[in-house]
DNA sequence: TGATGGGTTGATATTTTATAACAATCAGGG
DNA sequence: CCCTGATTGTTATAAAATATCAACCCATCA
């Protein structure tokens, strides 16, 4: 189901890499415990929910609990790691963690895969009509719905 | 803080009688509750919870139970009348009943003000952007945070 | 008329998602 | 070592949504 082949160990490993960079830049702690939460939403792929993430974590061990879960998310999705996706209450890592921004998604209603688009001109599109409005943006959700090139096929 | 002063009675009233007569042409049912939902959604020009909505039709009666305020959300939010806001986990009468569409919104974080954008170039832009990803374009939700024109002054 | 059936609403219980509050633990600086 | 602030553990609860089945309404038609 996965658009583009490939060693998603590998994937998951280079994201591990990267927010561990970017947190001692930022002197901010990538603990076990929030290393293990990014781990758990990069090893499916697609949205994970919390409640799948804390599953997962309880495995072989006391079950935690949510606020554990929770806490790890919030940090990670404010180091820009993770992105919550707002119409199906989950969460994915991002593909571009270098540079901070609330995510721009498409969602196949097929196979549920999620698509991040880091297109620069998308984003003032937005911005644009945000100003023409009146509005000083801020930041913007966009999560479109569509049929991905795979299951079409 | 509404973006502009109206007559809010008269907005209400007709939002309420364009329901009406869309459910009249598509011969749908646009029965006493359903009717009495969409103007509590609209009373409070802002985005309101379902909760909130429950207890406003609670009031001066005994107390209805959750699935009665989302089954009449349900269908109002079906027929157009409604949007719900992914990012509030909150409802807002549509601004163009007529045109079925999800919404594409401003949300003021100051004042919570919500604006509809109703914008078809936005739309397109975002469609194109879809197909350029490979996907069929469903539809799709577009939720821009920033600080409105009234809460900068 | 009154049986039938679809759609709507009522009622009860439960699930899913998320947070509050406070205690215990850990890591680094004096 | 002791203090401090950040992190994690623990318990309880809040907030948002749904599942299920019963009751009701009402149009159709035998
Ligand atoms: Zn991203
Ligand atoms: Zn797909
Ligand atoms: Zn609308
Ligand atoms: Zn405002």
Redesign the interface.
């Known amino acids: 189901m996965l ?1 583009h082949k490939h060693n998603h160990d590998e994937c998951i490993e280079s994201a591990l890499e990267a927010a561990q960079k970017i947190c001692e830049e930022r002197e901010t702690r990538f603990t076990p415990l929030r290393r293990r939460v990014l781990e758990l939403v990069w090893s499916k792929h697609q949205p994970i929910t919390a409640y799948e993430v804390l599953d997962l974590l309880s495995e072989g061990q006391k079950r935690v609990a949510p606020p554990t879960v929770y806490r790890a998310l919030d940090f990670l999705i404010e180091e820009g790691f993770v992105h919550r996706i ?2 199906l209450n989950a969460f994915v890592g991002c593909s571009d963690p270098e540079h901070k921004h609330q995510g721009h998604f ?1 969602i ?2 097929k196979c549920s895969n999620v ?1 991040e ?1 880091n ?1 620069k001109s ?1 984003h003032d ?2 911005k644009k ?2 100003k023409e ?17 795979n299951c ?1 096929n």
Do not use: F, P
């Open positions: 658009k707002e119409s498409m196949c209603t698509t688009m297109e998308l599109v937005i009509a945000a409005n009146g509005y000083t943006y801020e930041n913007s959700i966009l999560e479109i719905a569509g049929v991905c090139e079409r």
